[in-house]
């Protein structure tokens, strides 16, 4: 069995439509994770490796050598937060996400970023109510874990390839920063490979005319990539050899920009 | 050829202690005298990756690791004051902030001994460095590789520094524990440890400390590893602290 863990590049409800999509996406083609027949899909926009590895504690131990675990490895500050109970939702667009609440280096907190905030049309109101709420105790459980969440990557990718050691199966890992690994592609071998470049560049380079640093306001394609990255990530898979994502192919006028460089949508 | 030591953990490490009688850590440094020493008593595996991830970077084919892996519960609390170690809250408030933290980082916590043997596999596959590891326990919390993958620059040891530190003590004494059921036999154990006035560098006997440093000697030259002694160490009680019948 495939199992696949990670965010947004893998998230099969951009696919189904359960996604509160603010663009129409294109779903004219079948996803990557679509391509292997039938697989458990456990990746969902936003997340970081925090909520990831949560998913994978509770079956790494039943892995054998016929399964196969794919994970995205992303944003290593995206910290899913503790929500007490009085703030769980069941609805869907209430239901707090809390990898929206970012750390911010320079300001030494955690910020709720203006995109959700009261006045904002993405509001939601538990999530500003937990924040204002919970913001000291969110900055204190930072600083207290500062230095695991830097070393988050490093620590993520010597366990996975520890699993594909002790329990056989195979592990493909993607990373969406690949400036953070520690192994890199140094310890791929027929259970373990390792794709070393970021998805977060691969997805940006999709561009014609890239400018640096700046994100689609609005995702128009299925998952951040075009159909022919979908094919790469399909091939990178099957074959477990290293091949370059198509770059500078895709007209970047429909992409309105976002406004701030740097900020990337994970909706 | 190993040029440095470098030594990361707990109470086991610790060295406070190495005049009173010759040390595991001071006969390292006997025979590797560039040998550093981060051993702080009551620090978990949280507080020695703090200074691991620096180090990491630098280490190479002429260092060797040693590691006492203690309990992932150990949680270093707000790195700005990483000696307050397992401090009691200071205010309800930084009480709850605690457990907040606690509750968010849960998993990461219950599974990070399994975390930090991976890196510092990886580690001695990618710096080519000689790692030497010791577990207080070898339950499953404790550890998940085990001795699975042990090999010429990875080395865990198969008996834990809490079962050695136990299994010091001359068997009767060992037997009273299990007189009180599995249940409470743990918590008489610890209880008499603590409890024993034959104060033991280290929590282990000169003995003891001797194996140590061979077990590490095996690993580092090729050679045989020895196992840690056992029924060796009698306690003494006051009786007013602990009864031993």
Known sequence: MIDIYGDSFADPTWRDGQRPSHAPVDTNFTPWYERFGEVNNFAKSAVGPHYCFQELYKRYKDYTKDDHIIFIISGNDRIHFHIPKEFEREDNYQRICPEDILWVERKGHTILPGLFQKNSKNAKIPLIKWYDKYRPHMDYAYRTFKEEIENMTEKSESFLYMISRLQQCKVTVFLLHANCSYMGDRLNDDLFYLHNYSLMDASNEEFIEFDANRFPRWEL??????????????????????????????????FEHHEVPGSFIYD | MIKRVTIYGDSFAEPLWEYEHPTWYGRLKDRWPETVNY???????????????????????EDLIVFVISGPDRICFNSEAADQMRSAPRSKEEAMAMNFAVDTFHDETIF???????????????????????????????????????????????????????????????????????????????????????????????????????QIAGFVDDAEIPKFLKNVHKGSYNKDEFVYD
């Open chain 2, 112 to 214: 990070g001994n399994w975390k930090y043997e991976s890196l510092l596999y990886a580690a001695s596959r990618i710096q080519k460095c000689k790692i030497f590891i010791w577990h207080l326990g070898m339950k499953e919390s404790h550890s998940y590789i085990k001795t699975s993958l042990n090999d010429d620059y990875f080395y865990v040891h198969n008996e834990s520094l809490g079962e050695a530190c136990s299994n010091e003590y001359v068997e009767e004494e060992r037997r009273e524990d299990k007189k009180e059921g599995a249940e409470k036999e743990e918590g008489r154990r610890e209880m008499r440890e603590y409890s024993d006035l034959h104060y033991r560098v280290n929590h282990l006997t000169e003995m003891n400390h001797e194996v140590m440093y061979k």
């Open chain 1, 221 to 254: 394609r299925q998952n951040h990539f075009s159909r022919e990255n979908h094919d790469i990530m399909e091939d990178i898979i099957r074959t477990r050899i290293f091949k370059p994502f198509k770059k500078s192919f895709i007209d970047s006028t429909p």
């Open chain 2, 39 to 61: 051993g702080k008593s009551g620090a978990g595996p949280m507080y020695s990756f703090k200074q691991f991830y620096q180090d990491l970077p630098k280490l190479n084919y």
